[in-house]
């Protein structure tokens, strides 16, 4: 089982330009999130899905959205990136009252 | 009050001693605190967790100790080794996932 599958692992932006982050798991989990990790600030929630067709804001949803597009996949799309948001953005997935299960994260930079 | 405080924010231990991370919490209503380990180039992953009826959970050389009181609880790795060179975080929630709220992270490095 590869677990919590997340592409590309690195990228590199220019400011105002667009991308989408994948993510997909194959543990048949219900909820899955987008986190980002800057240093000295440990993970913080971008934007939750406890279940399929359902999406909540976390505490940093500001210039992200994202799509459940079906139980096993959820991404986030930058619509116009800035350099603030150059971080380090995992995706986790976990059944209802079990530990969140990590991908390997996806370094993006933007210039 | 939604915050965790971790400390310190980086560690040195020698080989075979105890490493000992802290945090504090705010909010009385959290019910669950897990601590997490994260590898360079990996996502962070469970190491152990407790919840507030017990002052402490051991899982082999790791043991979580908690302070309902204090608000505060700890990680301690006895017999510490080089595998164990990692990033740690603590984190609190209301429930057993989403609404997690992390500490910041402690680098600990295991010398030799």
């Known amino acids: 089982n590869a677990g919590v599958t997340q592409t590309p692992k690195f990228q590199v932006l220019k400011t105002g330009q667009s991308m989408t982050l994948q993510c997909a798991q194959d543990m048949n989990h219900n909820s899955m999130y987008w986190y980002r990790q800057d240093p000295g600030m440990g993970l913080r929630l971008i934007y939750y899905?406890?279940?399929?067709?359902?999406?909540d804001k976390g505490e940093v949803p500001n210039g992200y959205n994202v799509s459940r597009l079906n139980k096993r996949e959820f991404s986030l799309r930058l619509e116009s990136a800035a350099p603030s948001q150059t971080s380090v953005y995992f995706c986790?997935?976990?059944?209802?009252?079990?530990?969140?299960?990590f991908g390997n994260g996806t370094r993006l930079t933007v210039t | 009050q939604q915050q965790v405080k971790q400390s310190p924010q980086s560690l040195i231990v020698q080989k075979g001693g105890i490493s000992i991370i802290n945090c504090a919490y705010e909010?009385?209503?959290?019910?669950?605190f897990p601590w997490y380990q994260q590898f360079p180039g990996k996502g962070p992953a469970l190491l152990i967790a407790i919840r507030p009826d017990v002052s402490e959970k051991k899982e082999g050389r790791f043991t979580i100790s908690f302070n309902k009181s204090a608000k505060q609880f700890s990680l301690h790795i006895m017999d510490s080794q080089p595998g164990d060179s990692a990033t740690y975080f603590c984190a609190a929630s209301k429930q057993s996932n989403y609404q997690l709220i992390w500490g910041a992270g402690t680098k600990l490095i295991i010398k030799p």
């Open positions: 899905s406890a279940s399929e067709g359902t999406t």
């Open positions: 986790a997935s976990s059944a209802w009252g079990s530990p969140l299960h």
């Open positions: 909010n009385t209503a959290f019910d669950y």
